[in-house]
């Protein structure tokens, strides 16, 4: 290409990106959509849990309880009372108790809307002894003198417990569920603890004896290198690295794919053909949508590293996660974008492009059904083999390198970089001959074969 | 004067249809040349190779002495199928065409907001297209494919849809182009405008040129006569029954339907066809036409359909040599 060419090409391709993407960016959808969503979803994380921090609604008075011996009413006031101080705990020592298995996780979610708030305060209930009828026992309910009753059968105190028996908890409809909730879980440890000492067992040197231990997961690489076992280390943080990928490639390159149609069927297209070739236009498109996307990406991953940093995460993310991230997706963009713009300038409207979009969309929503195989196995067969086959290897190749558990051979990082380089100009190379005759097309939707067909046409 | 655009030999082939076959053509400096031919004989074709949208298969095409991809910038082009962004403002979409062919945005939209003042649309840069009449968005294109005053202009059916009054706009402003040097190419169906336009006209026909000469000799083309009736009765009736006459090539109707027009065979006699004629339809008169342009479009068409290749290809050889 001479001197002069090189200049037109770079004047007009810049002139078409800098269109398409003023034409994206400056609009009230894309700033309502880009900017106002994430800012609507960040308040409402941070409103949430203060709202959450109001806890459960406030409840005193007695829950009676029938069982013939009077045994179990104080020991479900104990358990009662251990289960209230447990909500009490703060941040950490809930993560702690998660961790040693202390508390289960209808407990956990308790404590954590009850927050740093102490419950027991909210809640004034004892559970008293009562030797009423259950006819009785309904009238008081229904009276307002009591917030429940239960009934607990003779046989579910005996040792072992007579099999098939239940109690009976009764509640007034107005009831919280966390209300109920806290008396079931008080009333069946109380018969535990009432069942143990009838035969005469040390409740406390019991409970002693069955609380789990805690652990600490090390995973030891190849070369001996210790990293702690993580769940958000190895699944969560590849997927969100991948589905923010993903999400950026697939709005820019759909909005290219709707960009592209547009053009066509309004008869733009033959005015810019006129005054740049379908080459330049479409590198311009693709890279204007490509501006777009990145934008996206700083704005969305912005707010993601935020995230992280808030919940004191940050760790999680690395520098050279970050450059991976921009390094697959620009390549990934690039991949789907000219498979998007191939498709777009066949086609007359947007119906026409949905049975050509299949195959693509196809390959785009592999690397989410690939997910959970790759992140259990980053070195597997399947995971390896998929992040050398181009349009797939910068989603792939995202989940693999940012988990922060098991590492992988270092070759393949700058190979796939370099794969999905290559792949993202032979992409744009097929697309920009498709491109260059489906623009001029009318009439009916292509098959995938004549597409092939017009790659080929001279 | 000299050549701004030559073809030499240019073939353009679609799968098994040959769109454009063998076309040789040249245009000078300043002049304004009719591209006739009926629907799907390959004028769009030729003009998207002349913008090296797409290349020939064989040959060759020359704008301005170089390679049509470099000539981009010295062309202008309407096309048929006029296309704005509806969303976009008249100033931003000149400033836009303008860059993409090399002016600045802000000279672009002042030649543009000059030209519109010539075209009769002033104060219009800061509206939608979408917010424009569908003429007003035909003038709007017009004057962007003016606004970097190119060398060659290229114009696709650009009267039509336009009103009387703004069709003699459009021809005006053609014509002061033409005045100022700039070498315009224009295709049409409308064969009068053409011949009050145009210095010269090619037409071309199923790919291949069959015509190629200037106006005036195009009007003196061998074999072609037509006789004009004014019908007593309903012209439509007597049209349909003189172009079953014999000697009679086919027939139409003027645009206030009261004159009948019938072109005569090229074997047939004038005479005798003429005694027919008064002897089957009452007439008010009948006289011999003035041959248009666009008797010459439909002689030359029909005979080239009826398989009259080799002899009309000699004419426009022939032509094309003069």
């Known amino acids: 290409m001479s001197a002069t060419r090189r200049r037109h090409f770079a004047r007009r391709v810049s002139a078409i990106a800098w269109r398409e993407f003023a034409a994206m960016v400056f609009t009230k959808g894309f700033i309502f959509g880009v900017l106002i969503v994430p800012a609507v979803m960040v308040v409402t994380f941070a409103v949430i849990p203060t709202l959450l921090h109001e806890g459960p609604r406030a409840v005193s008075g007695q829950v009676l309880v029938s069982d013939g011996s009077g ?11 251990s289960i209230l101080a447990r909500h009490s705990l703060n941040a950490q ?11 289960d996780a209808g407990e956990l979610a308790l404590s954590a809307a009850a927050g740093s708030q102490d419950t027991s305060e909210n809640v004034s209930v004892s559970f008293e002894a009562t030797g009423l009828t259950e006819g009785e026992l309904k009238e008081s309910l229904r009276n307002g003198h009591c917030l429940a009753y239960a009934v607990v059968p003779g046989g579910l105190l005996d040792a072992p417990p007579a099999k098939g028996e239940t109690f009976t908890l009764a509640v007034a409809t107005w009831t919280s569920p966390s209300h109920t909730s806290l008396f079931t879980r008080a009333l069946r440890a109380g018969i535990v603890k009432a069942r143990l000492d009838r035969a005469g067992k040390d409740h406390a040197a019991l409970s002693a004896l069955l609380s789990l231990p805690e652990e600490l997961t090390v995973r030891i690489s190849e070369d001996g290198a210790e990293a702690p076992e993580s769940l958000a280390g190895r699944m969560l943080v590849p997927m969100g690295f991948m589905i923010l990928m993903w999400m950026v490639v697939f709005t820019g390159a759909n909005q290219l794919l709707t960009s592209t149609i547009e ?13 740049a070739s379908p080459f330049e236009i479409l590198v311009g498109k693709v890279l204007g949508h490509g501006m777009v996307s990145l934008l996206m990406l700083a704005i969305y991953g912005s707010l993601g ?11 999680l993310v690395t520098p050279l996660s970050l450059v991976l991230l921009v390094c697959y997706g620009v390549t990934a963009y690039f991949m789907i974008a000219a498979m998007m713009a191939a498709v777009g300038s066949a086609v007359n409207d947007l119906k026409e492009a949905q049975s050509l979009v299949g195959p693509v969309m196809l390959v785009v929503m592999v690397p989410l059904v690939l997910w959970l195989p790759i992140s259990e196995n980053p070195n597997g067969m399947l995971a390896v083999v998929t992040s050398f086959i181009p349009p797939l290897t910068p989603f792939v190749m995202i989940l693999r390198a940012t988990g922060t558990t098991e590492a992988i051979p270092y070759w393949q990082i700058p190979a796939t970089v370099v794969l999905s380089a290559i792949s993202s100009v032979a992409f744009l190379w097929i697309a920009s001959r498709i491109f260059r005759v489906g623009v001029l097309m009318q009439g009916k939707t292509p098959t995938p074969l004549e597409l092939f067909r017009w790659a080929l046409v001279r | 004067m000299s050549l701004v655009l030559q073809l030499s030999g240019v073939t353009k082939s679609f799968g098994a249809v040959r769109a454009v076959d063998g076309v040789d053509f040249r245009m000078e400096r300043g002049e304004i040349c009719g591209c006739l031919g009926p629907n799907g004989a390959g004028k769009s074709t030729m003009i998207r190779m002349i913008l090296a949208i797409i290349r020939p298969d064989e040959g060759s095409i020359s704008v301005l002495g170089g390679d049509a991809l470099d000539a981009k910038d010295w062309l202008g082009y309407l096309p048929e199928e ?25 000279a672009s939209r002042s030649r543009a907001a000059a030209f519109l003042d010539r075209m009769e649309l002033p104060g219009i840069m800061d509206r939608k297209c979408s917010d424009l009449s ?9 004057v962007s494919a003016l606004l970097h005053e190119p060398e060659v202009l290229i114009l ?8 009387p009054v703004n069709r003699r706009l459009f021809q005006a402003e053609v014509l002061a182009l033409r005045e100022r040097g700039t070498s315009i190419l224009f295709s049409t169906h409308q064969m009068e405008q053409a011949e009050r336009l145009c210095d010269r006209v090619i037409l071309v026909n199923k790919g291949r040129k069959i015509l190629d000469c200037k106006v005036s000799e195009a009007l003196r083309q061998p074999g072609i006569r037509a006789l004009e009736i004014e019908p007593v009765g309903s012209s439509a009736e007597a049209a349909a029954k003189i172009g079953s006459m014999a000697g009679i090539l086919g027939t139409s109707t003027n645009d206030d339907g009261r004159i009948v027009r019938a072109e005569l065979r090229g074997d047939a006699d004038q005479r005798s066809v003429m005694r027919d004629i008064i002897a089957h339809v009452e007439l008010r008169a009948i006289q011999e036409a003035r041959v248009t342009l666009d008797d010459v479009f439909v002689h030359l068409v029909s005979d080239a359909s009826a398989g009259a290749r080799g002899t009309v290809a000699g004419r426009a050889g022939g032509n094309a040599a003069a």
């Open chain 1, 71 to 81: 045994t179990v009413a104080p020991a479900a006031q104990g358990a009662l009372e």
């Open chain 1, 305 to 315: 590293i935020a995230g992280l940093v808030l919940a004191a995460m940050a760790d």
């Open chain 2, 156 to 163: 696709d059916e650009p009267f039509s849809g336009l009103d």
């Open chain 1, 263 to 275: 053009e066509k069927s309004s008869k733009v297209m033959e005015v810019l053909l006129s005054a």
């Open chain 2, 134 to 142: 569908k003429g007003q968005q035909q003038k709007v294109q017009f």
């Open chain 2, 82 to 106: 006029r296309g704005l962004y509806r969303k976009m403002k008249v100033g931003a979409f000149m400033a836009y065409m303008g860059r993409l062919k090399g002016i600045s945005g802000a």
């Open chain 1, 93 to 103: 020592e809930l993560a702690d108790a998660a961790r040693s298995g202390a508390m």
